[in-house]
Each structure stands twice: as structure tokens, then as C-alpha cells.
């Protein structure tokens, strides 16, 4: 199974067993216990890799004397823990997960409130994904073909051409050096850091693609709402996007058609001021 079922069987080997507990801290000393992986809510889930991370060398010797002794659970949970844990990249596994989940943790973790964020979402959303692209697209496609949000969303990411060969698939720092160690120790094979890599490029396409589909962005009010964004007035003229959320609204029966040019008149002139201002 993959990195979700290794985190959840760690957790439910500790959950509700004193005992095993007490053997853990006799064993590899005491220290903190696994979380709890949450399926749906990516928010909880970088803290407990990071423990698992922490955790790894305790468990590892936890097991390894379980195993010596002939002591070992006969539960599920456990034989998973333990094939994961003789497994030489669980560490870079870890790595790269947590990696790739701190740009959406910090995403959702900001939206996370009741205020009116819809001004900063889809130039948010796009920073996100662009951090998630560059792990795996070729910078000079980037700079070529997601040059604005609408361009992002439109252009074709699984396209094999416009993807990074292996050795240029960006794994994070850490999974990085830990590769790295693994290879020059001779534990992993050229093809298991193949293999690594490309299952990682796969990984981020694949997380690309959902965000792409279910992303509120793919709504237009959504792009034009970047107008309100007052880090992008004081740069940009955003008139053009200011008139295709009147437009929307007109369209929607919430603003009189009768009122757009004075709205447009004012957003003009709200502009104009903050120009001075910023002189």
C-alpha cells in the first residue's frame, strides 16, 4: 500500500495499547507516539509524517527486538509497519511526502478563516500549482505556456515532451540527500532511484490534474475577482477583469445594468488614486 496505509497502521499499532507503549519506551526510549493519519483532510496529515519521521529510528530498533525475540503481534497494522520499515526509502518517502504536502497545507491553512479571501484565491491557487509544476514541467515551458492562470489551467501537463527527465525531477532537499546517502551506501540500485523519481513525477501529475479539475480558477468570476487584489492594483490595470465580474453580475440579476458605467468610472478612479499615492 502506499505512504497513507504505513502512516495509519503506525498510529493504530500505539492507539489504546498501553503495553505496547511501555515496550516502546523499555526498547528505544522514551519519546513521542504517532499521530493519527485523517483520509480526507490533507491539513492534519505533513505533522504526522514529520512525527513518523522523528519516530523512524525507535521504531525501527522496536522491531528489530521484537523480531530478535520472537515477539513480534500478529496484527495487521504491525506487519505493515514492519514491511515498511525494512524497506531502505521509508525515510525518503516521508521526505517527499511531506515535500509535496507544505505548499497545499499552507494554502488550505490560509483559507481556513471567514473573510472575504475570494480576491486572493485564484492568484493563490495558481502560486500553488505553479510550486507543484515546477517539481515536474521543464522550466522553459513554464515560462512559455503558464504565464497567466487561464494559460495553467489550459495547458496539458501530462504531455511526456513538456515533463523533466528523471534526474531534473525535483524531490525536495531532504528526500534528495537521503537518496543520495542510500546510493553511495550501495542499500538502493540506479533503478530503485529510477524508479523513485518517476514514481514521484507521476505522484505530482496526478495531484495536478484533481486540482486543475475541481479547482474554483476553472470559474471565470473567480480570475476576475484578482481585480480587487490590492497588490495587483498598485501594479496592473485590472479595468478589463473589473468589467467581466460587472458583466457576470449583470448576467447573474445582482447588479442593474444601469449602474456599470459609475462603477467603472469609480474603480477607474480608485486606481488613479493609488498610482499617486504610491509616487
Known amino acids: 500500500g502506499g505512504i497513507e496505509h504505513f ?103 490560509k483559507y481556513q478563516v471567514e473573510k472575504p479571501m475570494i480576491v486572493f484565491l485564484a492568484n493563490d491557487l495558481k502560486e500553488m500549482m505553479l510550486v507543484l509544476l515546477r517539481q515536474v514541467l521543464k522550466r522553459e515551458v513554464i515560462e512559455a505556456k503558464c504565464t497567466s492562470t487561464y494559460k495553467m489551467l489550459k495547458h496539458d501537463h501530462t504531455k511526456s515532451e513538456d515533463q523533466c527527465s528523471p534526474a531534473e ?17 550501495k542499500l538502493i540500485s540506479e533503478r530503485d532511484k529510477l524508479q523513485f523519481k518517476m514514481t514521484t513525477r507521476e505522484a505530482v501529475v496526478t495531484i495536478i490534474s484533481a486540482l486543475k479539475e475541481k479547482s474554483p480558477i476553472n470559474y471565470p468570476i473567480v480570475r476576475h475577482c484578482m481585480c480587487f487584489d490590492p497588490r495587483r492594483i498598485v501594479k496592473y490595470d485590472e479595468l478589463n477583469h473589473f468589467k467581466n465580474v460587472v458583466n457576470a453580475l449583470v448576467d447573474a440579476g445582482r447588479l442593474v445594468e444601469g449602474d456599470c458605467d459609475s462603477l467603472c468610472t469609480q474603480y477607474s478612479e480608485m486606481n488613479r488614486n493609488m498610482e499617486i499615492e504610491q509616487q
Open 7 to 109: 502512516l495509519r497502521s503506525l498510529y493504530i499499532l500505539f492507539d489504546d495499547s498501553p503495553a505496547r507503549r511501555e515496550d516502546l519506551v523499555l526498547i528505544a526510549g522514551a519519546g513521542p507516539f504517532p499521530l493519527q493519519w485523517c483520509q480526507h483532510r490533507w491539513l492534519e496529515n505533513v505533522v504526522v509524517a514529520q512525527r513518523a519521521l522523528e519516530l523512524l529510528d525507535r521504531i525501527k530498533l522496536f522491531v528489530e527486538t521484537l523480531e530478535r525475540r520472537r515477539k513480534e503481534p500478529k496484527t495487521v497494522s504491525y506487519n505493515t509497519v514492519k514491511e515498511w520499515i525494512k524497506n531502505p526509502l521509508v525515510k525518503a518517502k516521508l521526505h517527499l511526502f511531506v515535500f509535496i504536502a507544505s505548499p497545499i497545507e499552507k494554502f488550505l491553512t
Open 169 to 185: 525531477i525535483d524531490v525536495g532537499f531532504s528526500a534528495a540527500k537521503e537518496i543520495k546517502r542510500l546510493s553511495e551506501a
